[in-house]
């Protein structure tokens, strides 16, 4: 069984740097596309980026000027990077596995989410 | 960016009764649509990948239709564990995006 497990500290201080990882057990890493989505407390879902296997990325526009995502295969693991951090930053940020889609749309192949993490909690606040 | 738009923001049911959930694209996405549950305190669990596919050990009862620029989830009988919020999300265009969520309520 897929198992994916967020690891980072829970608070950080505002204009600093988030930093996640995700580690991926019972499953391969390869062939996958991997991505960080957020949801702030009582909200909705927020698609932060993903990255695959072959250490392309694709991000939110609404945060690409601050982001960056990493792999690191013999790990099994990935990783985001959000700087500059403010209150608005505060989120649920998951980590989740999409295989390549059943049929490539015209701009992508990424499929759908099928495993996700629990969840880690990260408060921006001084 | 594509807007994904749900309604009812809120849909209050019984066990045994029929859901139904809509889900409507700014733009058309063809088929690239997926349904999500999600449930207090836990991550999203795909149930409908593209418009009307069941993810795996998804039960019957749900099931997902439409194309283009609209979408819809039902739940023909609903169980108590299916009181949750509902996602879409699109993968037709760049940046993925969620609907807004509705939840299903007793």
């Known amino acids: 069984q897929v198992q994916l497990q967020e690891s980072g500290p829970g608070l950080v201080k505002p204009s600093e740097t988030l930093s996640l990882t995700c580690t991926v057990s019972?499953?391969?890493?390869?062939?996958?596309?991997w991505s960080w989505i957020r949801q702030p407390a009582g909200k909705g879902l927020e698609w932060i980026g993903r990255i695959y296997t072959s250490g392309d990325t694709k991000y939110n526009p609404s945060l690409e000027s601050r982001v960056i995502m990493s792999v690191d295969t013999s790990k099994s693991q990935f990783s985001l990077r959000l700087n500059s951090v403010t209150a608005a930053d505060t989120s649920v940020y998951y980590c989740?596995?999409?295989?390549?889609?059943?049929?490539?749309?015209?701009?992508?192949?990424?499929?759908?989410?099928?495993?996700w993490g629990q969840g880690a909690l990260v408060t921006v606040s001084s | 960016e594509i807007v994904l738009t749900q309604s009812p923001v809120t849909l209050s049911l019984s066990p045994g009764e029929r859901a139904t959930l809509s889900c409507r694209a700014s733009?058309?996405?063809?088929?690239?649509l997926a349904w999500y549950q999600q449930k207090p305190g836990q991550a999203p669990r795909l149930l409908i990948y593209?418009?009307?596919n069941r993810a795996t050990g998804i039960p019957a009862r749900f099931s997902g239709s439409g194309s283009g620029t609209d979408f819809t989830l039902t739940i023909s009988s609903l169980e108590p564990e299916d009181f949750a919020v509902y996602y879409c999300?699109?993968?037709?265009?760049?940046?993925?995006?969620f609907g807004g969520g509705t939840k299903v309520e007793i």
């Open positions: 989740a596995r999409a295989p390549p889609g059943v049929a490539c749309t015209s701009t992508s192949c990424i499929g759908y989410f099928d495993y």
């Open positions: 593209d418009a009307s």
């Open positions: 999300q699109q993968r037709q265009n760049w940046p993925l995006t």
């Open positions: 019972g499953g391969s890493i390869s062939g996958y596309y």
């Open positions: 733009q058309s996405i063809r088929s690239y």
